[in-house]
């Protein structure tokens, strides 16, 4: 069982940066791979970015592609998300996520609360 905590969120005015954190506890954080993932209001939700177990891999959307960049501390049991040149069209409620081989395979078994990041223009 892994506990998922986000941090970080907040208002930002567009074409700035902010750094969201995960912070995850319980038994096989080493061992999962992580994502974030965001929905904004009206809209389905989507993988941001993802990261393997060792950190060796990562995959990102075509809309984070060159801003955004996910990063892991396996000895702090974290994952961040590092933001630049946000628009406003980021804003979301970003969740992290984890899961056994979920790199490879796409599902995520445990989720984060959420923390909302607003752009403004």
């Known amino acids: 069982q892994v506990q998922l905590v986000e941090s970080g969120g907040g208002l930002v005015q567009a074409g700035g940066s902010l750094r969201v954190s995960c912070a995850a506890s319980?038994?096989?954080?080493?061992?999962?791979?992580m994502g974030w993932f965001r929905q904004a209001p009206g809209k389905e939700r989507e993988l941001v970015a993802a990261?393997?177990?060792?950190?060796?891999?990562?995959y990102y959307a075509d809309s984070a592609k060159g801003r955004f960049t996910i990063s892991r501390d396996n000895a702090k049991n974290t994952v961040y998300l590092q933001m630049n040149s946000l628009k406003p069209e980021d804003t979301a409620v970003y969740y992290c996520?984890?899961?056994?081989?979920?790199?490879?395979?796409?599902?995520?078994?445990?989720w984060g609360q959420g923390t909302q990041v607003t752009v403004s223009s």
């Open positions: 990261i393997s177990w060792s950190g060796g891999s990562t």
């Open positions: 996520a984890a899961g056994q081989d979920a790199y490879s395979s796409g599902r995520y078994m445990y």
């Open positions: 319980g038994r096989g954080f080493l061992y999962y791979g």
